[in-house]
């Protein structure tokens, strides 16, 4: 075994860690600012909100994730099937009296006494790393199926659908069971995106990939037919104005924030919009703030940010000499960047309003948490290539 023969000789990527440290100096900086102008004129106290950021996401957050960076990558290949196992134990219980935590009509939160944490954001790096430990095992023999893109009789009905296809769709089918009953769609579809650029990414048949696409297209759809409020955020989406004072009220709000930043912004602290119009502007709505703060030059600033992280993960992974790290590193990165984009998305308009948060800048301890433990694996990887 020479795979990690260099480890004690190798640097991580300098690149991805001062790139992650620059969000997070950019997420510190936001909610400070939003947190101590409007907190009294929220029904909750945005300081405190602020304060827990803090203390109960950075903190815990750097200290995970310095854990993260020295944990042997044996260690995680390991225990990784178990930590997938816990997640999806912690996933039930938010439907527990006493233990979950409802609000909004959602049941996301645990509430252990000491601390409340949101399982789903978990759930999204202990799926990636159960899938890179299950998907290296099968990548060899993935490759040495002929890729071929014209249709055969054979490609629903051969060995590869059931040592492959059929139990990651049951994996997937399990996990989207448990986040539609919270219900917790943007996460869902986060998690599903990824796992399949990620199952694509082991040279199976390009037809499965087809396949899982257009079921989760259609699933999509069924979601959206079967719950009026989504169906009504998608039409939202596709016109603004036809509720202008219900669901597109915060899609409105955010494009005029992000339209009053104009080039160089409005500067630190400045934004009139934070104060009750744009609907969470610590969490899903922080963007629109940043773009009226600091307008399109801050706003193009972040999207280098994160494609810098974006290009620095891939790179990783491709120098990776282990399939396991390749699988995870490419998740890891495709997670966060997605997550980031999508965000952005939602605000200008781009993309229907998930309600995911931020990467390394809205307010929320879980996501925070799991995203520097998340930047602390690929940290740990690139040293070891």
């Not at 950021?53 to 957050?61: A, E, H, T």
């Not at 931020?358 to 694996?377: D, R, T």
Request: charged share 10%.
């Amino acid at each position: 075994m020479r795979l990690f023969s260099q480890t004690k000789q190798g640097h991580p990527d300098y690149i991805l860690a001062a790139t992650a440290g620059i969000l997070l100096i950019f997420g510190i900086i936001m909610l400070a600012g939003i947190s101590t102008s409007v907190w009294q004129t929220e029904t909750t106290n945005s300081f405190f909100s602020f304060t827990h950021q803090m203390l109960l996401g950075l903190v815990p957050g750097l200290i995970l994730g310095t854990l993260a960076f020295f944990t042997p990558i044996s260690f995680l290949k390991k225990w990784a099937p178990l930590l997938l196992l816990i997640n999806l134990v912690f996933l039930a219980m938010v439907f527990l009296p006493k233990i979950g935590i409802s609000s909004g009509g959602a049941s996301r939160w645990i509430n252990l006494g000491v601390v409340s944490f949101q399982p789903s954001e978990f759930l999204k790096l202990s799926f990636i790393l159960y899938l890179g430990v299950w998907l290296s095992a099968r990548y060899q023999k993935a490759r040495t199926k002929p890729k071929k893109l014209k249709l055969n009789i054979n490609f629903l009905t051969g060995p590869e659908v059931k040592e492959a296809l059929v139990p990651f769709m049951i994996i997937l089918g399990l996990i989207s069971l448990i986040l539609i009953l919270q219900p917790d769609v943007g996460t869902l579809g986060l998690i599903v995106i990824t796992g399949i650029l990620m199952y694509f990414l082991i040279e199976t048949s390009i037809w499965h990939t087809i396949l899982m696409i257009a079921i989760g297209i259609t699933s999509l759809f069924a979601l959206i037919k079967l719950a009026p409020y989504r169906a009504q955020r998608f039409l939202v989406f596709l016109n603004p104005e036809t509720d202008p004072m219900g669901i597109g009220y915060q899609v409105r709000q955010a494009l005029i924030a992000v339209g009053s930043g104009g080039i160089f912004g409005l500067g630190l602290g400045m934004s009139g919009q934070k104060f009750g119009f744009v609907p969470r502007p610590m969490s899903d709505s922080v963007f629109a703030i940043m773009a009226e703060e600091m307008g399109f030059i801050g706003c193009v600033v972040l999207i280098l940010l994160f494609l810098t992280l974006l290009m620095q993960g891939f790179k990783i992974a491709k120098q990776s000499r282990d399939k396991f790290c390749q699988l995870t590193a490419a998740g890891i990165t495709l997670w966060i960047t997605l997550q980031a984009f999508i965000n952005i998305g939602a605000i200008l308009q781009l993309v229907p309003l998930t309600g995911i948060p931020l990467p390394f800048i809205s307010c929320g301890g879980s996501h925070l948490v799991v995203e520097l433990i998340g930047i602390g694996i690929l940290l740990n990887i690139s040293k070891n290539t």
